[in-house]
C-alpha cells in the first residue's frame, strides 16, 4: 500500500515545487520591470524628447546644449531643489545677434519662448568666450541656476537667481546677476552696432518680453547658461 501511495505523494510534492517556481518567477521579473524604467536624463531618451519638441514656430536649441541642460535639470529635480517644469536654457557658444535663450514647458515638451539675450562686457564682443565669478568683473558666469523672487530695481520690474556651483556662479546674489530688460538687447541695437549690446555680467533680455518670460519662469524654475569650454561632467559637486 505504500509504494502506491509513495508515488503520488511524491507527485503532488513536485507540484507544489513546481507551482511555487513559476509563482515567484512573474514577481521577480515585474520587480526588474520597474527598476529597468529609463532615467529620464539618459542620452537616448533625451535625443527622443529633442527630436519630439514642440518648436512653436521657434528655432530648437543645439542638441548638446539641450543634453546638458536636461541632465542637469532632472537631477535638480530628484533633489527637490527645482519646483516647475520649467527648464530656461542660454547658450552662450552662439552669437549675440542670434535669439540663444529659449524657455521650454518640459510638461507639454513645447518651447514656449526664444529670445536675444546679452552677456557681460568683460565676457566678449560678439561672442562669449571669458566667464567670472568675482564681483565687479563685468563678465557673465555659466553653469546652473535656480530661479527667485521678483523685485523692482533700477533696470524695472528683475528676476533675482542663485547659482548652485560653488566657484562658478554661487556669487549671484552677491553680485546682482538679474534677469533684468534692457534697451540694448534689441534688433535695433544690432543693426547699429554690428553686435548686441551688454551687460555687467546680467543676462539682459529685451523689454518687451520681460514680463511674460519672468511670470513664467520665476520661483524656483531651471536656469542653464552653456558654453563648450565647460562640459557637464565637469560638474561634480553640485551631481554628485
Known sequence: MIYKIFPVSLFLLLSVFYNKTNFTNPV???KKEV???SIPSSDSNIVTLYNNLNSNHFALPNLESFKEALKGFYSLKE????????LTLVDFSLSS????LWVIDLATNTILYNSLVAHGRNTGEEFANSFSNANSSF???LGFYLTG???????????????LEKGVNDNARERGVVIHAANY?????????????????CPAIPEESLKEIVSTIKDKSCLFI??????????SALFS
Do not use: W
Open 149 to 163: 523672487e521678483t523685485y523692482n530695481g533700477k533696470h524695472g520690474m528683475s528676476l533675482k537667481l542663485d547659482g
Open 226 to 235: 552653456y558654453h563648450p569650454s565647460r562640459s557637464f561632467e565637469k560638474i
Open 97 to 100: 545677434n542670434v535669439k540663444r
Open 28 to 30: 521577480k521579473s515585474e
Open 185 to 201: 538687447v534689441s534688433n535695433s541695437f544690432i543693426k547699429y552696432n554690428k553686435r548686441l549690446g551688454r551687460s555687467q555680467g
Open 35 to 37: 527598476a529597468s524604467v
Open 79 to 86: 533633489k527637490g531643489l527645482v519646483q516647475k517644469d520649467i
Open 139 to 141: 563678465k557673465s558666469s
